[in-house]
C-alpha cells in the first residue's frame, strides 16, 4: 500500500530565517483554498508547534529521529495525515544541522526520510548574488535533497528581488516562489531564542491574520501546492494502524496542569496516556483552589517565571498539591513543572514560594544552562524507570539550581549528554514523585506512559 498525500518540508539556512512565518502564511493560504491541512515540527519544539496548531486549528505534531526510530517518524506521519488534504513540516535550525558533523537528524535527513520535497526560506539580508552560492553549496552538499523552491525573506526592494531571484535561476535552475519584503513591527515578539507562545500572546489573531496576510500578497500559494502535490508516495506496508488506536474505556484520571505558566505537552504524550487507560483532567495551578481527585499528575514545562506571582499567591493549590504528594500521589514533572515543586524560585531579587516538595531554590539565568538532546541512563530507585534504562530526550532552561540540601535529595539519573540539574545528574525524586530538566517524547520513550498509567492504578486502588 501507498500514502499520497500533498507535502512540502519548509527549511533554512540557520535559525531565525523566517521558517515558522513562512510556514503560518503557506498553511493559512492554503486553508483558505479549503484544504485541511495536518502541520508537523521538525526537532524537539513547543513554542513553534503550539503556533502550527493554532494557524492550522488542529494539533501539530513532532518529527525527530534523535528522539524516536525512523520507523516511528514514518508512522506517526502517516497516521496522522490520513484524510487530510496536506502536511507542512516546518524544519529546525539549519539545514544540514545536526548532532554532529554528519548532520544526523537533521532537516535534510527528514526531508529524505519522508521523501518531501524542501522549500528554502532565506534571509537575503545584505546580499544578492551570493545567496545563490549559498543555495549551489546546498544542492552541491547533497544532491540526493530535492530543493523544489526558494522563499527570499527580508527583501529591501524590487531591484535586490531582481537580482537574487536572476541568479538563482540562472545557477542553480530553482524557482522562487516568494519573495518576502522588510517589514516593519512583526507581531511575533521573541523570548529565550524563541517566539512567545500563543497562550501568552494577547494578540494571536491579529498575529495569525498578518501571517495570512503575507501568503496572500508575497507567495505563490498555486505553485506551491503545486509542488507538494508532486510528493512521492510513502510506502505504508509496515503501518499497524491497529496499534495507534485509543482504548475504549478510561481506567485512571491523569491531570495534566495546563496554563499560561505550564503548556509545554507533546500532544503525542497526552495521546499516549490516553490510548493506555488515563482519561485527562485539565488543571489550572493559577486559578483552582485545590488538587482535584486524580490517580496521577503530569506537569509540563512553560515559562513559570512569567507567572511566578500567581503561582505563588495561590496556596491553597500549592498546599494542596503537597498534602497530595504525602500522600502518594504519582507525579512527573518536566522542566518548568520541576521548578513548581521546588522550595521556591529566586527571580528579580525576590523569592516566590512554591509546592515545597523538594528542597530547592531555583533561580533565573541571563544565559541558557541546558539547550539540546539529552542521554540519561537510570542508576537509582525512582517511581517511572527501571535500573540502567537508557533515556533520551532534550531540554532548554535558563533556570538552575541556586541552593539545595544535597543530602536530602536523590537525584535517579546520570547525564551522559546534557546538563540536567547539576551537568552530571538528572531527575529529582521523592516517593512517587520524579521531576526532571529533560523532556521526553512519548513516541521514543514508550516506557513512561505506561509507566505513568500503571502507578496511578495502584495509587487508585489502595
Known sequence: MHLNIPRIVIGAFR????????SIAVICG??????????????????????????????????????MAEKTVVQSFIQRTRGE???????????????DEKGSHSTASLAKLLKTPLILVIDCTKATRTIAALVLGCQKMDPQLKIKGLILNQIAGNRHASIIRSSIEQECRIPVLGEIPKLKDLPFPERHLGLVPPPEHHKREAALKFCAEIGE??????????????????KISSYNEGACKKKPTSLVRIG?????????????????????????????????????SVDGLYIGGGFPETNIEGLAANRYFRRSLKQAVEDGLPVYAECGGAMYLGKSVHVQNK???????FPVVFNLD?????????????????????????????????????????????????????????????????????????????????????????????????
Open 15 to 22: 535559525g531565525g530565517s523566517g521558517k515558522t512565518i513562512a
Open 85 to 99: 488534504t496536506g502536511a507542512v513540516i516546518e524544519g529546525n535550525r539549519g539545514l544540514f544541522d545536526g548532532v
Open 30 to 67: 492554503w486553508r483558505k483554498k479549503g484544504f485541511s491541512l495536518t502541520a508537523f515540527k521538525k526537532g524537539p519544539d513547543f513554542i513553534d508547534s503550539a503556533w502550527l496548531k493554532e494557524a492550522t486549528g488542529q494539533p501539530c505534531y513532532n518529527l525527530d529521529t534523535f528522539l
Open 217 to 234: 500578497k508575497y507567495l505563490d500559494l498555486d505553485c506551491l501546492w503545486g509542488v507538494a502535490s508532486k510528493a512521492p508516495h510513502l
Open 351 to 357: 523569592f516566590f514560594p512554591m509546592a515545597d516538595i
Open 256 to 292: 495534566i496542569i495546563k496554563d499560561s505558566a505550564f503548556q509545554f505537552y507533546y500532544p503525542e504524550n497526552l495521546e499516549e496516556l490516553e490510548r493506555r487507560g488515563g482519561e485527562i483532567v485539565e488543571i489550572n495551578a493559577l486559578q483552582d483552589k485545590a488538587l482535584p
Open 366 to 462: 541571563k544565559k541558557p544552562w541546558g539547550h539540546g538532546y539529552t542521554i540519561l541512563k537510570s542508576d537509582a530507585p525512582n517511581p517511572f524507570f527501571e535500573s540502567g534504562s537508557v533515556i533520551r530526550g532534550h531540554e532548554f532552561h535558563y533556570s538552575k539550581v541556586e541552593k539545595w540540601k544535597e543530602d536530602q535529595i536523590c537525584l535517579a539519573f546520570k547525564v551522559k549528554r546534557g546538563f540536567g540539574f547539576n551537568g552530571k545528574r538528572d531527575g529529582l525524586c521523592y516517593k512517587n514523585v520524579l521531576s526532571t530538566y529533560t523532556h521526553i517524547h512519548a513516541l521514543g520513550e514508550r516506557r513512561w506512559a505506561s509507566a505513568l498509567i500503571r502507578k496511578a492504578e495502584s495509587y487508585k486502588n489502595n
